[in-house]
């Protein structure tokens, strides 16, 4: 009779020998292997718009007002995730998986979190998965960013939401606008609708860090700005849709419904859905409302403040909160003007590459069976579309800067940052911004536009630390340059921040020293020019303009220099009256001198 120690015992050598049986049958290709397939998701369909709300977040405060509106406005619930803190960083590493980037713990900490919360206030888990649908940027680049989306759902399927729908907006493909769910519907309005949301929100987003550290109000700007981007969402969410047959009457009308007319009648529609939403009334009205409100807000421009470019890896370099340390407000705390990046130079990156990979696409297809012309007329064709599409989003979104005042920064040019990047970054690097970091920091430095460079990055990001290595040898070169590349994650916010103020202080001394240079070359002390100020209350508002001198980074520098040739101006034309009034005076009326 066996004990009970010998049973066990036998029981561990049949599990041996079972597990190495299965392995060598493996090995000898006698098992087929079962090889892993991504599980199937419950699309998210056109008849549950009404009862499912959109959820997203990750970007400033201007941008998800803006985009939220255009969602409602285009008849989709959606709501905001809030701004993730450290506590959903925490959430994040609790539920997912060791050794992600910081975005992937913030982003899905921060929805575990808000899903929680719909579950204390009441509703089923079932109900939060039904009712709800989560929507986010993808990709399928070199880096951990092309994981996000497996990360996402295997953290909401360990915190007990599994089968919450996540739906993808791939990097790659940003320009297609393409989700692929007949839910989420891309039309005219709604592409229209979305391109204004991105170019407001990055408008307002510049502005807000040019007018802040000069307000003499404190806590006015902030104000301001929150009712400017009410009105502007409440336009875009409440604005009506063009029809072509509301618009037209009489026989024109009883012409495009004719059925046979149905594809011109489109085709007018639509051209006059992208006139109405780029040109319409109820818009260009509610950007002019928007420019007079800020312009009443009064600013100090003589305060020096150092010039701080912020470049650095997407989610870092965009995000307001915890995610990269509260930086901005860090920075303008410590007396610095931020000079924030826009979401439209990313997109101009992304069309600016996809030129050069149809050109690489067209050298591999001359190779194969298809004639070279051919070959050369689809890649023509593309790049032209691709050139058409540059000079159409550079020409939108300065359009409108211009109607909010037109003192925003202009976007960068990819040929010139690519150039500049060449010798240290080769433009098919992929993943991140790609070259971008680069040649922004050279860009930014060589045109004296700003003091310093912050680079800001999630711990561990490949394409950003690919960058801080290049970016050694750019230092070496350009030896007055003040870069500083700051890795965020969920702790260090006090190492961080005493780095950066180590970095600024040095940034601080140059924009003094410059301020004092532009203020001797005016000739005049800096009590007259602030009593020039007082005189002429229009150099107190944020949208007067004050000409860039070239080689002059400091706001103070420039505005001093721009004061004092106003004063030069002026002095001449009051000399030059005082000399034609005493002529008239020796020449009485009637005589000649």
């Known amino acids: 009779m066996e004990s009970p120690s010998d049973t066990l015992g036998n029981t561990r050598l049949d599990s041996i020998l079972q597990a190495e049986r299965a392995r060598l049958s493996i090995q000898a290709g006698l098992v087929q292997l079962q090889h892993f397939k991504k599980p199937v998701e419950r699309p998210f369909r056109a008849e549950e718009r009404n009862k499912v709300t959109i959820l997203f977040g990750g970007l400033t405060w201007k941008h998800e007002k803006l985009i939220q509106a255009v969602f409602q406005g285009s008849g989709y619930k959606c709501d905001i995730v809030p701004t993730p803190d450290v506590a959903a960083f925490q959430t994040g590493k609790e539920y997912g998986n060791n050794g992600q980037c910081n975005p992937t713990y913030f982003t899905v900490g921060n929805l575990v979190q808000f899903l929680q919360g719909l579950e204390k206030q009441g509703m089923s888990r079932e109900e939060i998965i039904d009712k709800y649908v989560f929507f986010t940027a993808g990709s399928c680049g070199p880096c951990r960013f092309g994981m996000y989306e497996a990360e996402y759902r295997f953290a909401l399927q360990n915190a007990g939401f599994d089968g919450f729908r996540v739906l993808l907006f791939q990097q790659q493909e940003g320009i297609k606008a393409a989700s692929g769910e007949p839910g989420l519907k891309f039309t005219v309005d709604f592409g229209m609708g979305m391109l204004n949301a991105l170019h407001a929100g990055d408008t307002l987003q510049d502005l807000i860090h040019q007018v802040r550290p000069y307000e003499a109000k404190k806590g006015e700007t902030d104000r301001v700005f929150g009712e400017v981007g009410e009105d502007l969402a409440k336009c875009l969410r409440e604005r009506p849709p063009f029809e072509i047959l509301q618009s037209t009457s009489g026989w024109l009308n009883g012409y495009l419904s004719r059925p046979e007319k149905k594809k011109f009648k489109d085709l007018l529609n639509t051209l006059g859905k992208i006139r109405e939403n780029l040109y319409g009334k109820p818009w260009v009205e509610a950007l002019e409302s928007a420019r007079q409100r800020i312009d009443a807000i009064e600013v100090d421009r003589l305060r020096v403040r150092p010039i701080v470019k912020i470049t650095g890896e997407f989610w870092a370099q965009t995000t307001e909160g915890d995610g990269n340390f509260n930086m901005f407000r860090f920075l303008e705390r410590e007396g610095a003007q931020v000079l924030v990046e826009q ?96 040649g922004k920091n050279v860009y930014y430095t060589i045109h004296r536009l700003c003091h310093m460079v912050l680079a800001l990055k999630p711990f561990g990001c490949m394409p950003s630390t690919q960058s801080d290595g290049a970016q050694s040898a750019v230092i070496n070169r350009y030896k007055d340059m003040i870069f500083l590349p700051i890795e965020t994650s969920g702790e260090g916010e006090v190492n961080a921040h005493s780095r950066v103020q180590m970095a600024l202080g040095e940034a601080k001394a140059k924009a003094k020293l410059e301020f004092e240079q532009c203020l001797q070359r005016t000739g005049k002390s800096l009590e007259e020019i602030r009593a020039y100020i007082d005189d002429h209350p229009e150099l107190k508002r944020p949208f007067y303009h004050v000409p860039h001198v070239e080689g002059i980074a400091g706001t103070a520098a420039q505005f001093v220099l721009h004061v004092g040739k106003r004063m030069d101006r002026d002095t001449g034309l009051f000399r030059r009256s005082r000399v034609r009034v005493g002529q008239a005076l020796a020449c009485p009326a009637g005589r000649t001198s």
């Open 343 to 438: 979401i439209a130079t990313w997109v101009a990156y992304l069309l600016y590459q996809a030129k050069y990979n149809a050109q690489r696409r067209k050298e591999v297809k001359q190779y194969s069976t298809r004639k070279k012309l051919a070959a050369e007329f689809d890649y023509r064709k593309k790049v032209f579309g691709l050139a058409i599409g540059e000079v159409m989003w550079q020409y939108f979104y300065h359009r409108v800067t211009r109607k909010l005042g037109g003192i925003t920064h202009t976007l960068a040019p990819q040929p010139e940052l690519d150039q500049l990047a060449s010798p240290f970054y080769n433009r098919f690097a992929r993943g991140g911004e790609g070259h971008l970091e680069v």
